[in-house]
């Protein structure tokens, strides 16, 4: 192939995919209160549902209390006749016509006959399907063509995954391949699907009840795609990590960790638990029950290697390859705190790389984290100082000190490279050599940087500056609030708003209820006692399904 089709091959590749992802329509409520579909803000059909959802080239949706298909151009292509359907599904559709299900295509041609009392869709080429007999559902599984693959002769039965279904039989289940082969034996009380090639199993399921919670007792394991039990049926409770790569055991009420092959990486009792694995590190944290320190946690690898001992008390995630945590100071640390600090905490702050290196040390009250190319580090001041307790300097990322402890406070630095610091009682912005921008003289100023701008009170009203103590937005607000996200709340005669980063008001003034921050997409204001929903372009939102995604109604 010519390097000239290969461009347009893979040319016309990344245009399908960057069309596929922004062409997909949705239902969006209109103020009429029912939905219509659009396609980003153009509207292709009028108000006339009450739900529905786009997939796989066709959109479901619900009419007068029945059920229909309409095209991503907003064309009805099924009519609206169905009690019930599912999502297109490998070419066919599942209907519900109020009495039996069956399968008709994109042209509302019925393919598969009216005939199953319950279906699923259509997964790996077979179709779930049951009738009912003497009251009792009867499972089988067909083809797309309709044709039984197995007759229905199950109890119960799961849709295919990784080329098998669980399936029970005589009250325990086993598993079928996608001809109806049996794989497995049938002897287990309670099974999931195969995920990554490993299913979980249960054995000697016993069920009780306690304050209206039922209990269940079981010995659990797991299997591979071969029927192995890679996994012993011994155990108390599996949870399987990383695509199926390690697996969490609980025995005897002590944790362990198994690879997908079955091998122990973690033994049991060596830690008190197995937290969580941590995708970008690729570390797993582990907790230990520590005599001298109580509850510590760290991190090992895959291998059951630790990269981070235990001995730490983690305060964040990892964050750009860096966790925050906490470590208890040793007997001789102590010593050196109560000679050199006149208040301090046992417990000191530090920073650790993803490799286990100490980027800053554990010496510390506080430590934000790493924003802009630099580590804001609080700590304690030393004897004799008397006026504030916490002093702040600036560590780079490879864990060197910038700028000295001497600021009774400090912001992070910003984008543009200044802070905002106090020093022998005043406000002034540095740069990150510590020289002094701009030194500004207000009344108030709101010791926090938002988008480049800071909060001041000239003794009648609030306006923003930046580092160089110049005006961006003239004092005007009777409250100003910080910016978050490009907007700040700002306030005229106990009436609410938002403003942008020029000064112009987005939101207008007039709201007797705000929140501090606009933080979600939308926001709930209130006016006379009623909820107004308003998006960061300040236009007023009526679509239901994202009020209630947002946390409202």
């Known amino acids: 192939m010519s390097k000239w089709c ?29 939905k219509a579909l659009f396609l980003k803000k153009k ?61 008709i295509n994109k042209k509302d041609e019925v393919k598969i006959p009216f005939q199953f009392d319950t279906v699923s869709n259509f997964n790996e080429g077979r179709c779930l399907v049951a009738i009912r007999n003497n009251n009792l559902l009867k499972y089988g599984f067909i083809n797309t063509k309709g044709i039984f693959i197995v007759d229905y002769k199950y109890e119960n039965a799961h849709s295919f995954s990784e080329g098998f279904a669980a399936v029970l039989v005589n009250n325990l289940w086993g ?35 306690e304050e209206d919670i039922t209990i269940k007792n079981s010995l659990t394991g797991a299997i591979n795609t071969k029927g192995e ?38 033994p049991f009792g060596k830690y008190h638990s197995i937290n969580r694995f941590d995708e970008t590190s690729q570390l797993i944290e582990v907790t230990k029950d520590d005599d001298k320190l109580g509850y510590v946690n760290g991190f090992i690898n895959l291998k059951g290697k630790e990269i981070i001992p235990c001995k730490y008390r983690f305060s964040s995630y990892f964050i750009n390859d860096f966790i925050y945590a906490q470590k208890d100071a ?70 060197e000190q910038i700028l000295p402890f001497k600021y009774s406070y400090a912001t992070d630095f910003s984008k543009n490279g200044y802070a905002l610091v106090k020093e022998n009682k005043g406000y002034k912005f540095i740069d990150t050599y510590g020289k002094i921008i701009s030194i500004p003289k207000y009344d108030k100023i709101d010791p926090y940087i938002f988008n480049d701008l800071t909060a001041v009170f000239n003794g009648d009203k609030w306006g923003f500056i930046n580092a160089k103590n110049e005006i961006i937005i003239d004092f005007q607000f009777d409250e100003a609030n910080r910016f978050h996200k490009g907007l700040a709340k700002v306030s005229n005669n106990k009436k609410h708003g938002f403003i942008n980063t020029k000064g112009e008001v987005i939101i207008p003034i007039k709201f007797d209820k705000a929140n501090y921050y606009f933080t979600d997409e939308i926001e709930e204001l209130i006016l006379d006692g009623k909820k107004q929903y308003y998006n960061k372009k300040g236009k007023v939102v009526f679509d239901e399904e994202l009020i209630r995604k947002n946390g409202y109604r």
């Open 175 to 209: 598993f079928i391949d996608k001809n109806g082969k049996n794989c497995t034996p049938f002897k287990y009380c309670e099974i999931k699907d195969f995920k990554n090639g490993i299913a979980l199993v249960d054995i000697n399921c016993s069920y009780y009840e």
């Open 330 to 399: 040793t007997e001789e640390e102590l010593i050196k705190l109560r000679a050199t600090k006149r208040s301090f905490s046992n417990r000191r702050s530090g920073v650790i790389h993803k490799n286990g290196t100490i980027i800053i040390p554990f010496q510390f009250k506080a430590i934000s984290v790493f924003r802009n190319g630099f580590f804001k580090v609080e700590d304690y001041v030393n004897k004799g100082v008397t006026n504030h307790t916490s002093t702040f300097a600036f560590y780079n990322k490879k864990g």
């Open 229 to 266: 039990e890679i996994i012993p049926l011994i155990h108390e409770n599996i949870r399987v990590w990383n695509k199926g790569s390690v697996i969490e055991a609980v025995k005897n009420n002590t944790v362990g960790l198994y690879n997908s092959e079955g091998n122990i990486i973690i």
């Open 43 to 103: 509207q292709l059909t009028k108000g006339l549902y009450e739900r529905g959802s786009c997939y796989n080239g066709i959109c479901r949706a619900y009419k007068n209390g029945f059920a229909g298909f309409l095209d991503y151009k907003g064309n009805e292509i099924v009519s609206f006749k169905y009690s019930n359907a599912y999502a297109f599904s490998e070419g066919l559709i599942a209907v519900y016509n109020g009495y039996k299900w069956g399968f």
């Open 6 to 34: 290969l461009f347009l091959f893979f040319n016309s590749l990344f245009l399908t995919t960057i069309f596929s992802q922004n062409s997909t329509p949705e239902f969006k409520t209109i103020p009429n209160g029912k």
